[in-house]
């Protein structure tokens, strides 16, 4: 009977960190790690590795492999990030236990037909090459389920990239790619795809039918049109449509019940369809740099709604809908032409981030005082000349944004801000700070640039809060 079982939690291999010490133990190296090793070229002895699973060559400044190469079968995962190489040998195609290939940030044109031998991988990462075409044969990788293609030179891709059925991660994103070959029907198990930066003019109809799909990104595209099959992803979590010019969305869009993040910003829509209210699960949505000058009703139903922005668009009130919405923690409603904040914006008390910038607000509600969570308030670039005393009740305020503005009086109360860590001031009509001002000895920064603040209140403002960064 066996006295001495093996540990139930046996220690991990040794990795190896010397090439020279690697070729003295042959037969005892699993993992081998040269990262950011200078070697340039391998030795033509590594072929006695033979038991070797995991390589680590990154940052070694290799320009070729060696034929030897192709002797590690054993390999599961090689890590070849940022290297020099411009071509991977065809020898490649013999290492068919290889589970993850990183060839990020090489200069590859091209991949060798026998990439596509490679049919035990599961992920491969070819991000920032100057690949031009992708070999038909990569459809043999039938066990692939994350590939990156991101920021190389693709125009197409071959038809037999619909073989690659157990893919459940694709980025194409950065790359001049205008169509997409219709056999991507066939990626039923895809769940996350990114075409983000390329020059898609309208969503392939192929992916509309991708009935499993988590994540779709097609920011920064020209994309003038979304489909109403969009409407079909019942699946889709997340949406990114920024950087496009979409002037209207289908309201097919309100379908998709499951989803949890919009983005839309810096497109050309001038309204949101109604069907946008069905959207119970959104969580984010980002509506900037559009043309929206209102919100429909429906909006008010966006219960979990928690990160808003509506900047730059043609708002000249904040909707009332808005005021409905009372788990938003984020709201951004800056550079529209707003003129009053309403009353109902004490609604929002989760409120954390509140930004206002650039409207044309002159005087604060006295409800702004019931945003108590408020962490941060931007309302630079206004028309105020007084600040309510409702407004020092935001205790946890730590950053205070109040440039540009026609403030020339600052109430005694500011110090009831102890939180306050951050507190621009650029641009008003200030002559003077309330000597109370030396309670906030929290204060970090303090700008008060570009105020007709006299030589010896300036003296005095240092003195009163010597340990903070005051621009003047």
């Known amino acids: 009977m066996d006295t001495n079982p093996a540990p139930l939690n046996p220690s991990p291999p040794t990795v190896y960190r010397s090439i020279e010490d690697a070729l003295n133990n042959p037969g005892q190296v699993f993992s081998l790690n040269l990262s950011s090793q200078t070697i340039t070229q391998l030795p033509p002895q590594i072929s006695g590795l033979v038991n070797l699973r995991e390589l680590d060559l990154s940052f070694c400044g290799l320009t070729t492999l060696p034929a030897e190469f192709s002797a590690l079968v054993n390999l599961e995962r090689l890590n070849l990030y940022a290297n020099s190489l411009t071509v991977l040998p065809p020898e490649i195609g013999k290492m068919t236990n290889l589970r993850e290939l990183n060839l990020t940030a090489n200069q590859l044109i091209k991949l060798p037909a026998e990439i596509g031998n490679l049919k035990a991988l599961n992920r491969l990462n070819l991000y920032g090459n100057s690949l031009v075409e992708i070999p038909a044969e990569i459809g043999n990788l039938t066990s692939l389920t994350d590939l990156t293609l991101t920021t190389n030179r693709l125009t197409k891709l071959p038809p037999e990239f ?6 459940v991660r694709l980025d194409l994103s950065n790359n001049p790619l205008t169509i997409l070959p219709p056999e991507i029907v066939h990626l039923q198990n895809l769940q996350n ?24 990104s097609l920011y920064n595209n020209n994309l003038t049109v979304l489909s109403p099959e969009i409407g079909e992803l019942l699946n889709l979590q997340g949406l990114y449509l920024s950087g496009n010019k979409l002037i209207k969305l289908p309201a097919e869009v309100g379908n998709l019940s499951s989803l949890i993040e919009l983005t839309l910003f810096n497109n050309q829509l001038n309204e949101l369809p109604i069907e946008i209210g069905n959207l119970k699960h959104l969580t984010r949505l980002d509506c900037s740099n559009n043309y929206i000058p209102n919100l429909p009703q429906e909006f008010a139903n966006l219960k979990n709604l928690m990160w808003l922005g509506l900047a730059n668009n043609q708002f000249i009130e904040i909707p009332e809908t808005l005021m409905k919405l009372s788990h938003i923690t984020t709201l951004n409603l800056a550079s529209n032409r ?44 206004n028309f105020l000349k007084l600040l309510p005393k409702e407004l020092f009740s935001l205790v946890n305020l730590n950053w205070f944004y109040l440039n540009n503005n026609n403030l020339s009086i600052l109430p005694a109360d500011i110090v009831s801000l102890t939180n306050l ?25 303090l700008d008060l640039s570009d105020n007709p603040l006299p030589q010896n209140e300036q003296v005095k403002i240092k003195q009163l809060l010597p340990s903070c960064n005051i621009s003047f």
């Open 162 to 167: 619909g073989s690659m059925t157990s893919l």
């Open 193 to 216: 795809i990114s075409i983000c930066f390329n020059n898609l003019t309208q969503v392939p109809p192929e992916i509309m039918q991708m009935t499993n799909l988590r994540i779709l």
């Open 338 to 381: 707003i003129s009053s904040i309403p009353a109902g914006i004490g609604n929002l008390t989760n409120l954390e981030d509140l930004t206002l910038f650039n409207n044309q607000i002159s005087d604060l509600p006295v409800e702004i005082g019931l945003l108590t969570h408020l962490n941060r308030l931007d309302l630079s670039n």
């Open 421 to 445: 860590n951050w507190f621009f001031l650029h641009k008003n009509n200030l002559s003077q700070l309330p000597s109370e001002m030396m309670r906030m000895q929290r204060l970090t920064v």
